[in-house]
T-cell receptor
Framework: DAGVIQSPRHEVTEMGQEVTLRCKPISGHDYLFWYRQTMMRGLELLIYFNNNVPIDDSGMPEDRFSAKMPNASFSTLKIQPSEPRDSAVYFC??????????????FGPGTRLTVL | QKEVEQNSGPLSVPEGAIASLNCTYSDRGSQSFFWYRQYSGKSPELIMSIYSNGDKEDGRFTAQLNKASQYVSLLIRDSQPSDSATYLCAVNKNTDKLIFGTGTRLQVFP
């Protein structure tokens, strides 16, 4: 299995630009999570989906952030407009309930976002 | 009060020693507890999970849970330089999501 795939791995953009991060979960996994990690705040859950449906978006910092999951194999996290304080590493993770629990989350390699 | 608290470290131990990493959580309703390891510049990976009070051993790793004290720990025996990483404690409150601590940086020196 290829694991969770994220693209791009690095993104440098200017303030005010739109940024789109992409994620392909592990095949067969029915949960997908988007996290943001910074030195100051650690790993924060932004939003998660179950069977492509957003379940909890309470971690999305503001309306500039949006996420979609149009099918079981693809999700996007969009920031529009981007700001320097959005600079962080964004991780996508997926998990499966096939074992009766959603505990083990498998993380992608992350996207390091820098907003100038 | 943070939901999951860890000492940021660094915790420095000599090679071959036991490293002890600690985590406290605030919600007594928490059901599942996890330790993830994150190497610098890499993504978190699960190394241990524990659900019941007591100890759970896996190779050189032992997770300890005390729900009454709202405390979970990770012991690494015979620490190796390759164990140098940040260790993240995560807690599940019987929902679908995990709450992570900010991590403890472990340094194992030869």
């Amino acid at each position: 299995d290829a694991g969770v795939i994220q693209s791009p791995r690095h993104e440098v953009t200017e303030m005010g630009q739109e940024v789109t991060l992409r994620c392909k979960p592990i095949s067969g996994h029915d949960y997908l999570f988007w996290y943001r990690q910074t030195m100051m705040r650690g790993l924060e859950l932004l939003i998660y989906f179950n069977n492509n449906v957003p379940i909890d978006d309470s971690g999305m910092p503001e309306d500039r952030f949006s996420a979609k999951m149009p099918n079981a194999s693809f999700s996007t996290l969009k920031i529009q407009p981007s700001e320097p304080r959005d600079s962080a590493v964004y991780f996508c993770a997926s998990s499966s309930t096939s074992g009766g629990a959603t505990d083990t989350q498998y993380f992608g390699p992350g996207t390091r976002l820098t907003v100038l | 009060q943070k939901e999951v608290e860890q000492n940021s470290g660094p915790l420095s131990v000599p090679e071959g020693a036991i490293a002890s990493l600690n985590c406290t959580y605030s919600d007594r309703g928490s059901q599942s507890f996890f330790w993830y390891r994150q190497y610098s510049g890499k993504s978190p990976e699960l190394i241990m999970s524990i659900y019941s009070n007591g100890d759970k051993e896996d190779g050189r790793f032992t997770a300890q849970l005390n729900k009454a004290s709202q405390y979970v720990s990770l012991l690494i025996r015979d620490s190796q330089p390759s164990d140098s990483a940040t260790y993240l404690c995560a807690v599940n409150k019987n929902t679908d999501k995990l709450i992570f601590g900010t991590g403890t940086r472990l340094q194992v020196f030869p």
